[in-house]
T-cell receptor, first 115, second 113 residues
Framework: DAMVIQNPRYQVTQFGKPVTLSCSQT?????MYWYQQKSSQAPKLLFH???????NEADTPDNFQSRRPNTSFCFLDIRSPGLGDAAMYLC??????????????FGPGTRLTVT | TQLLEQSPQFLSIQEGENLTVYCNSS?????LQWYRQEPGEGPVLLVT?????EVKKLKRLTFQFGDARKDSSLHITAAQPGDTGLYLC?????????????FGKGTKLSVIP
C-alpha cells in the first residue's frame, strides 16, 4: 500500500542535543510538509517542499531545519531542542495543486520528548 | 490570513446520539477536507468537498460544503465509541500556487458507551 512512513515513532532527546526525524513516502507526491502538533491542538505548519523548492513559514524558529535529498525522503532536524519543542511531529504529502484538491496524506507522527 | 473557526471544541456524548461539528470562515476556500485523528496517530483524511453546496456521505457521517464555500459541517448519526477522536477541518487556499491548508482548531469528540 502506498503510504507515508515516519521513523522513529517515539524519540527521546536531551535538552540541547540535536535530533533528526525522518519521513518517507511511496505516493510519489511532489509536496512534502512538516507540522508540529501539541496536545489536542491543530497541526502547525513548519515548512514544506515543492519538489526541491523549500518554503519556510515566517514563524518557524531557526532551530528547525529540513532536508529533502530526493522525492521519497524528507528530514526534520532540530539543532538544539528545548523543552518547548516536545510535541508530535507530523509529515504529510500531497500532489501538485489542481490534481487532487490539495488533499494531504499524513504519516503516523513522531512523538518527541525532551528531557 | 485565512481563519477557520471550528465548533464545538469539545463534545462528549452517549453512544447512539447524533452530533454536528461546524467549520466557519469569512474566506472562500477552493476545497475543504475533514480529518479524524486518533490519539498518538496522524490525521486520516475522511473526505474532500470541492463544490459549493456539495453533500458527501461516508456511512454514518454526512459532510456538507456551504454554497459560498466558506463553511462546512460534519454530521454523525448514531455515534459509536469508534467515532471518538479529534476531528479537524482544513481549507485549501484558493490563491494560485499555494500548497497549504488552513486548519481549524479541532473538535475533540468522546463517545461514551
Amino acid at each position: 500500500d502506498a503510504m507515508v512512513i515516519q521513523n522513529p515513532r517515539y524519540q527521546v532527546t536531551q535538552f540541547g542535543k540535536p535530533v533528526t526525524l525522518s519521513c518517507s513516502q511511496t505516493l510519489n507526491h511532489n509536496v512534502m510538509y512538516w507540522y508540529q502538533q501539541k496536545s489536542s491542538q491543530a497541526p502547525k505548519l513548519l515548512f514544506h517542499y515543492y519538489d526541491k523548492d523549500f518554503n519556510n513559514e515566517a514563524d518557524t524558529p531557526d532551530n528547525f531545519q529540513s532536508r529533502r535529498p530526493n522525492t521519497s525522503f524528507c528530514f526534520l532536524d532540530i539543532r538544539s531542542p528545548g523543552l518547548g519543542d516536545a510535541a508530535m511531529y507530523l509529515c504529510a504529502t500531497s500532489t501538485s495543486p489542481g490534481l487532487a484538491a490539495y488533499e494531504q496524506y499524513f504519516g503516523p507522527g513522531t512523538r518527541l520528548t525532551v528531557t | 490570513t485565512q481563519l477557520l473557526e471550528q465548533s464545538p471544541q469539545f463534545l462528549s456524548i452517549q453512544e447512539g446520539e447524533n452530533l454536528t461539528v461546524y467549520c466557519n470562515s469569512s474566506s472562500v476556500f477552493s476545497s475543504l477536507q475533514w480529518y479524524r485523528q486518533e490519539p498518538g496517530e496522524g490525521p486520516v483524511l475522511l473526505v474532500t468537498v470541492v463544490t459549493g453546496g456539495e453533500v458527501k456521505k461516508l456511512k454514518r457521517l454526512t459532510f456538507q460544503f456551504g454554497d459560498a464555500r466558506k463553511d462546512s459541517s460534519l454530521h454523525i448519526t448514531a455515534a459509536q465509541p469508534g467515532d471518538t477522536g479529534l476531528y479537524l477541518c482544513a481549507g485549501a487556499d484558493s490563491g494560485a500556487g499555494s500548497y497549504q491548508l488552513t486548519f481549524g482548531k479541532g473538535t475533540k469528540l468522546s463517545v461514551i458507551p
